[in-house]
């Protein structure tokens, strides 16, 4: 791709196209879609994009909240190495005029779970991890967050949001990110976790537009990415070890 001449930052922030006050498995609405029109003198950096929401965790028997009641003994929890990143199954982006797919992130939460305890601290549990994907690193902690809405500010964990390359939205023709959740059982665990169930409120998507100086002309476009693979094989070599261990 040809040298752009940058202009200058600006902020940016879209809603889902699918307007909702809640999504939630349990209310079958577990879907968010997001759209970005293209720009003939804008690109976005995709190191900037975040997935910004509230989580809260409520009881189905009279849609209780905040769901965490300690003192009553409840046990429900989420995962407390991954986080509110559980929550999603599939992240898929197309192209928005031609629907083309992109890039599509099946297993999102396993994927998860099998990259990030890897690269992250305990030291930084305690830091800009909770802020970010909603995980405290110890089950206690993690617990106590859901007796209120936790929110959150996502990094999106795909091969083109971790790209270095800015996103030329003329040349891919514009922007369409899904993100489907996974089911209650998948994401909530304890001995009452049947009782209970999460929700997503206020969803955007926040990015910075790289301004240009002239609109880009070439509608060639390519781009490296990161690619992970064989996710299973890590889980399963996990899934033994616990298994070896607990018998």
Not at 51 to 59: A, G, M, W
Not at 133 to 138: D, L, N, T, V
Not at 165 to 172: H, P, T
């Amino acid at each position: 791709m040809s040298k752009v001449n940058v202009v200058g930052i600006s902020k940016a922030k879209v809603h889902p196209l699918n307007n909702q006050a809640s999504y939630s498995p349990y209310r079958n609405n577990s879907v968010l879609n997001f759209e970005i029109a293209p720009q003939a003198d804008k690109m976005i950096d995709p190191r900037t994009l975040r997935l910004n929401f509230e989580l809260e965790v409520r009881k189905t028997a009279g849609d209780a909240f905040p769901a965490g009641d300690l003192s009553a003994g409840e046990d429900v929890n989420l995962d407390s190495r991954v986080g509110i990143n559980s929550i999603w199954d599939l992240v898929r982006i197309r192209q928005q005029t031609t629907n083309d797919v992109l890039e599509e992130t099946r297993n999102y939460g396993f994927m998860a779970a099998a990259t990030m305890p890897s690269g992250v601290s305990l030291e930084n549990y305690k830091k800009y991890v909770s802020n970010l994907y909603g995980a405290f690193g110890r089950d206690a902690c993690q617990a106590e967050s859901l007796s209120q809405a936790v929110p959150v500010s996502l990094i999106l964990r795909t091969g083109l949001c971790s790209s270095q390359s800015l996103w030329n939205l003329q040349a891919l023709g514009g922007m369409r990110i899904e993100l489907v959740m996974n089911s209650l059982s998948q994401v909530l665990n304890g001995t009452d976790a049947d009782d209970f169930y999460y929700q997503v409120t206020n969803p955007n998507l926040t990015f910075n537009y790289v301004n240009l100086a002239s609109p880009i002309q070439s509608n060639q476009y390519q781009v490296a990415y990161p690619l992970y693979t064989s996710f299973t094989s890590v889980i399963s070599v996990k899934f033994s070890i616990r298994t070896k261990s607990s018998s």
